[in-house]
């Protein structure tokens, strides 16, 4: 919803004049009317009998200790059904006792806990000493005789309460039986010291408490005597009043240390059983207060409550003050006005409504200069980005999910013509294929969708690469087309390739007839010249079938002609292919397998082109007499197969170690005697072996040293073999008995590039 700041604003009337005037002048007569008149009615009443408050005490005396007593007797019940009590009380298990025993008398607050047996016999006792945590352990004293025990074990009572005397005074006991599977086998008795027990009887209360035993003898009380006890003697008559009475206290008045006491009397229930009688004593010293007295007290009460109310009012009337202040600025900041502020802390509710509408203020300004800067950053992008598009050498095309074509630079307008051109030449086809793997990223947003594709156009070869555009939430919102001209290219290559089938013919038909015509002749020398001939075209075959491959590396084509290959098969394979040129030169070759039933995922013609390259290059720099290895030395750590090609040969100087990948070198190397080796090549063997066994995703490493021989390294990753079995070479073919051992010079002389 849009806001128009200069529309009309409805008349405003403030909350002062409102609300908080009219609510002030009635509070302000009513406070101090009340105030008076309650301030009078009260000072009239204190001169009314305490006997109310006195005997409202009384009853919550009555009502705590009613409390205290189902407190003590469920403690009770808690010792006598703690697991494994009734069995220690049985058994007569002490240790075992005693801990189940202080833990309870811990979690109860108890002063004691006693167990006895069925006999009354205690088998362990509990007593506090003192304001001390311990507790004190006592066994093997006969409680028979006592009441307690007594009317639990021989009259049957399931619950008794009464007073004990000891050396830490006078305890109030509960006991209750304790049973296992239904048969009594002891009592468990919970105390709790006397002066205890008034403290949490007379609670909060201002009345003092004291309890009187049998006969009226005094126990315990709260009231600090100063002199002799004897002034809390219970009259007997008082005492059988309050034994007697029947929903009525008692009331007395005494002397006791020369102050003036009202008590009440009271029966001490603890339980079913009456213990004695229990008092309420309270000072009887309320003053007089005067009529005079009456009314200033009224005066001063509604002087106060006036006051309040102003306060109040004064309070009120700044909050209101405030308020004001944060609404002028949030019309401010509604009006355009972006550098209104209120200014305020955040000490109150207002003060934290401004801060938050000072920063909601502060963080719109940051984000709407930032939205300026931006946009004029954008524009600038998008100048710089339209004259860069404009001259890509490169024809590019953008379009939307439905295909209709947003973007087209001059260049794609040159090489289509037109957008009817783009239609007509199912270029668009290319944009409806989004597989559900996109390839791999082009620039950030886009990603390619499948290969390059080559387009005939009017007699002139497009190469056209589809990619997605992808948005921040990885969701495509576009395609983009790029074209470019490979005519030449094209026609260079078929050009290419022609000249090789040509040159390959040429060199084929001529060499075979040569060698034929020599065949005939019983001539030596002429035999010998069509064998030089023979071995010279084969040489300049291999480097017809070089250059081809020169040609035919790409990791789509090995891609499509990939397979799994049995590692065995492909070196014996490799091995049996070079074998008799390397008896034609005087060496040895070995096939040292250290681990069987290895697969590669690759191409086998061109893997075994690239390691007869490196067996090739064995036999040329080796010496007759020397010898040289193929290897499956096993598995590396990070899934690889480990191959290596090892020979005795002359090794490679320094200074050609750092360009034995060099495409088109070629090194001088010498025998240890100094004499240079030449071989017929073009020093791309190793360059195309390496390209193929990276384009497999492997690697490959030269170690070298001169005169001692070299080592060509090179891994390939590893894949499983195919349900049904692979082809291999019959034994009789690979000719593989007695060929496995390994070389006898030491592979530390070899040192790495």
Do not use: C
Request: charged fraction near 20%; proline fraction near 4%; charge should be negative.
């Amino acid at each position: 919803m849009s806001i128009n700041p200069q529309q009309k604003q409805p008349r405003f009337v403030s909350m002062r004049w409102r609300l908080i005037m009219p609510v002030f002048v009635i509070v302000l007569i009513v406070a101090s009317v009340g105030a008076y008149v309650l301030t009078d009615n009260v000072s009239s009443g204190l001169d009314i009998s305490q006997e109310n408050l006195l005997l409202q005490s009384s009853r919550a005396i009555i009502n705590r200790n009613a409390q205290l007593a189902t407190r003590h007797f469920r403690e009770a019940q808690r010792v006598a059904f703690t697991e494994g009590v009734p069995e220690a009380v049985s058994t007569e298990q002490n240790p075992r006792l005693e801990s189940l025993l202080e833990g309870l008398a811990r979690a109860g607050e108890l002063d004691s806990v006693i167990v006895t047996d069925a006999q009354g016999v205690e088998v362990m006792g509990l007593l506090r000493v003192g304001l001390a945590q311990d507790y004190a352990i006592s066994q093997g004293t006969s409680l028979a005789d006592d009441t307690l025990v007594r009317s639990i074990l021989q009259d049957g009572q399931t619950t008794a309460a009464g007073f004990v005397r000891t050396a830490e005074g006078i305890l109030l006991y509960t006991a209750v039986p304790i049973s296992q599977n239904d048969t009594p086998v002891g009592v468990a008795l919970v105390g709790q010291r006397l002066n205890r027990i008034l403290e949490e009887l007379k609670g909060s209360s201002i009345a003092d408490v004291t309890l009187y035993g049998a006969e009226g003898a005094l126990l315990q009380t709260t009231f600090n005597l100063e002199n002799s006890p004897e002034s809390l003697a219970l009259p007997p008559e008082i005492f059988d009043q309050a034994l007697t009475a029947q929903d009525q206290m008692p009331l007395q008045s005494l002397v006791i240390d020369g102050q003036n006491l009202q008590a009440t009397y009271q029966p001490f229930t603890y339980g079913a059983a009456t213990l004695g009688v229990i008092a309420a004593m309270m000072p009887d010293n309320v003053p007089a207060t005067t009529q005079v007295e009456r009314q200033l007290t009224g005066l001063v009460a509604s002087a106060l409550a006036a006051s309040v109310v102003v306060i109040v009012f004064v309070g009120a009337t700044l909050a209101v003050e405030r308020a004001n202040r944060v609404r002028k600025v949030a019309e401010a900041l509604a009006s355009g006005d972006r550098s209104a502020r209120t200014g305020l802390k955040a000490s109150d509710e207002i003060g934290a409504v401004g801060r938050a509408l000072d920063r909601y203020a502060d963080v719109s300004q940051q984000r709407e200069d930032a939205l300026h800067t931006t946009l004029r950053r954008q524009r600038r992008e998008y100048t710089h980005l339209m004259s860069v598009f404009e001259s890509l050498p490169d024809g590019v095309i953008v379009q939307d999910l439905d295909g209709r074509v947003v973007l087209m630079n001059e260049r794609a307008k040159t090489l289509l013509g037109s957008q009817r051109v783009f239609r007509s030449s199912n270029l668009h086809e290319l944009t409806a294929v989004v597989t559900d793997t996109l390839g791999a990223s082009i620039a950030p947003g886009l990603y390619a969708l499948g290969d390059p594709q080559r387009v005939d156009l009017d007699e002139r070869m497009l190469s056209a690469q589809a990619a997605a555009i992808l948005s921040m939430t990885r969701n495509r919102v576009g395609t983009v087309i790029v074209l470019r001209d490979i005519t030449e290219q094209v026609q260079r290559e078929r050009a290419q390739e022609a000249l090789l089938r040509q040159l390959e013919q040429s060199v084929q038909e001529p060499i075979a007839q040569i060698a034929q015509a020599g065949a005939q002749y019983d001539h030596q020398p002429v035999q010998a010249f069509a064998n030089q001939i023979a071995k010279h075209s084969v040489v300049l075959q291999k480097l017809i079938v070089e250059m081809r491959e020169l040609t035919d590396i790409n990791l789509r084509k090995l891609k499509q002609g990939q397979r799994p290959i049995l590692l065995d098969t492909l070196v014996w394979s490799v091995a049996n292919d070079w074998r008799q040129v390397a008896l034609a030169a005087n060496l040895n070759l070995q096939v040292i397998i250290e681990a069987h039933g290895l697969y590669v995922l690759g191409d086998e013609r061109r893997l075994r082109w690239a390691i007869g390259n490196l067996v090739d290059n064995a036999i040329k720099y080796t010496l007759p007499g020397g010898q040289f290895s193929l290897e499956i030395r096993g598995e590396t750590e990070d899934g690889f197969a480990d191959l290596r090609i090892r020979d005795t040969g002359v090794g490679i100087a320094k200074e050609d170690r750092e360009h034995i990948f060099t495409r088109f070198y070629r090194g001088n190397p010498v025998t240890p005697a100094g004499l240079a080796i030449r071989t017929p090549g073009m020093g791309q063997g190793l360059t195309v072996a390496k390209q193929i066994i990276e384009a497999h995703g492997g690697t490959i490493r030269v170690q070298t040293r001169l005169g001692v021989g070299t080592a060509v390294s090179f891994t390939l990753p590893l894949t499983s073999g195919e349900s049904m079995e692979l082809p291999r070479l019959p034994i009789e073919t690979a000719d593989m008995d007695g060929e496995t051992y390994r070389l006898d010079f030491d592979e530390q002389q070899h040192t790495e590039r």
